[in-house]
């Protein structure tokens, strides 16, 4: 039986156009959902749009449009991004469409069911921008903690969800199941928060009417963050096809921004249980991005469009700096100097240059044709560099299960690395001894084979493009993984063919 994994980005609030936040997440879930396939895995990839609630509602009254225009003409936008950064989603929901409604009734109706529902009212401060309530211990100087924009008070009757009545469950549920708030400190801060209490939780709203109508009470309207979650339950099936649902559910990983990660791993496990429904597995939580050390503002006119950034230095060296900068979980500075520089030194020189004078070579000495290896040719240094990639697979396996692509990258340049000494150590253009140029040759376009598979989630145009060179087929789908690791005498006989640099430098 085929194993199966599902991976989520958020869905994006249509209030706001693409920045590199939300390429950060969404190439963060591709990396993984390619890795996956490789690994042999039956991958649901789900990113979309959040387009309900009182934002919307305001800025399409401010345009002098509908709510549903606002977020159609946003909408387009992700859509035309996520094939430029080539992310493979295999679903986009919209909280518009008809599947979305029909799973937030259910998953509604039946924690009112339970119980877990109640009428009431309601009166707190409430951040517009961020769609969160807050007491008055959590304002900073009146203002809300996380945008420290302006709040109002709100009074009016709503409906209750039971969320006091969680806290010893969801502590349990943590405890039991290490690894499912990750990074670590954000798992301690969960843990924390939760320990110091929880309230019950308005989920409903009468004061703007862009939602879903809560059942049987149409005055109200769901509140968005009970509305939006539910979309991870309605893209496998839920309520209407048992068999995906039980097929992909429960979600193994949800990618998230620091920012919601109370939502995902508080309310929404605590939501799934009342519901009867089993909680995700994971839920990761990765930093945010600064600009030139400043954060970003739409005032300062600092935001970073991944489309241009994309367009101009290309997609896969985007993808690469977003995840060789900084470890996958801290926050990261962006500038285009750091960007240019692992450009040049890191795919240019490193991994570019190794392909191309590797390439050279077999042309120059064996007429294009890669040739088999001498076993009485292995000596030390050879040995050293089998060694090095025997390890590679089950170290990087270790360390996507936590996602940290940042060491991932650093197992993989450090081959790079190796392969590039190797080059220099053995001197091959000055080697008289024909079966150990052969054996060398021969190294090196199997290393080249190997590193192409593990470049191939962050950077899968030069996977591609690597390959090609190689003499090997471009795509890797329905490949077996093991064969494409495979070292010694995977390579004999492939028609090596000259090609562009792999990576440009950039000035």
Known sequence: MTKTFYVTTPIYYVNDVPHI???????????????????????HFLTGTDEHGMKVEKSAAEAMISPIELANSVVERYKKLWPLLNIS???????????????????WSDVKKKGDIYLGHYEDWYCTPCETFLTELQLVDGKCPECLREVEKLTEESYFFKLSEFGDSLIEYIEKNPGFIEPASREREITNFIKTGLRDLSVSRTTFSWGIPVPDDPKHVIYVWFDALTNYLASVGYPN?????????PADLHIIGKD???????????FL???????????????????????????????????????????DQFRFFLFREVPFGADGDFSIEALKSRINSELANDLG??????????????????????????????????????ALSSSIDKLFAHLNYYDVLNEIWLRVREMNAYVGNCEPWKETDDDKLSTVLHLLAAG??????????????????????????????????????SFLGTVNGLKVTKGDPLFPKVD
Do not use: C
């Open 21 to 43: 936040g939300h390429a950060y997440t969404t190439v963060a879930a591709d990396v993984i959902a390619r890795y996956k396939r490789l690994r042999g895995f039956d991958v």
């Open 89 to 107: 989603n295999t679903d986009f929901i919209r909280t518009t469409e008809g599947r979305h409604k029909t799973a937030v009734d259910r998953i």
């Open 241 to 249: 096809d048992d068999l995906k649902f039980k097929k992909y559910w």
């Open 260 to 270: 919601i990660l109370r939502f995902h791993t508080v309310y929404w496990p605590a």
């Open 273 to 315: 249980e009342s519901a009867e429904l089993p909680k995700p597995k994971k839920v990761f939580a990765h930093g945010w991005w600064t600009v030139d050390g400043a954060k970003m503002s739409k005032s300062t006119g600092n935001v970073v469009d991944p489309v241009a950034i994309a367009e101009e230095y290309g997609t």
């Open 353 to 390: 240059n190794l392909l191309s004078r590797s390439v050279s070579m077999i042309i120059k000495y064996r007429d294009g044709v890669v040739p088999d290896y001498v076993e009485a040719s292995i000596g030390e240094l050879e040995n050293e560099l089998l060694n090095s990639f025997s």
């Open 448 to 485: 080249l084979k190997v590193l192409s598979v593990y470049i191939n989630p962050f950077m899968p145009t030069a996977s591609e493009k690597l390959r090609v060179q190689l003499g090997l087929s471009p795509s890797l789908e329905g490949k077996d993984f093991d064969d494409e690791i």
